[in-house]
């Protein structure tokens, strides 16, 4: 014989200790599971905001000063700017970039191999490619970055 209890402090009914929207769902009386949920609901929000938001917040904390630090564009490529490699042309030559007739770059303090290119056909109009030869990467063409000014001269 089974006894059912309903418990107004927890907001769930137990049939011998099991709660009874699972017992209930095995013996096919499915409007009770759906009462018995919507009662045990707002604890149940309670308890998230009180237990899971705090450490949601407390982990966001932690691994906040893991994060790099974000570099200007300037300090990232930082020094005067270089003609391009032969190295380096053959690989625009290779990724089949045709818009760099001219080309001035200036390499990563922060990722050794990786170069920013700032390229031009005509001498007035810029684009910006960062590229990493090694790694067979090439990003662009963009924008000119802020506080990098194209090269003088060309």
């Known amino acids: 014989m089974e006894i059912f209890k309903y418990d107004t402090r927890v907001g769930f009914s137990e049939t011998n ?46 691994t906040a000063g893991h994060a790099q630090p974000k570099f200007l564009p300037s300090e990232e490529y930082p020094g005067p700017w270089r003609e391009v490699t032969q190295e380096i042309r053959d690989f625009l030559t290779l990724q089949q970039i045709a818009a760099c007739g001219q080309a001035a770059g200036r390499e990563s303090s922060r990722n050794p191999g990786e170069y920013l290119l700032y390229c031009t056909d005509n001498g007035k109009i810029w684009t910006s490619w960062r590229i990493k030869p090694v790694a067979n990467k090439v990003r662009g063409p963009g924008k000119l970055l802020e506080g990098i000014a194209p090269p003088d001269g060309y």
């Open 17 to 62: 200790g099991v709660p009874s929207f699972i017992a209930l769902h095995y013996s096919g009386a499915f409007h009770w599971e759906w009462r018995q949920l919507v009662l045990w609901l707002p604890r149940f929000r309670s308890r998230l905001l009180w237990y899971v938001l705090p450490l949601f917040v407390l982990t966001s904390f932690s």
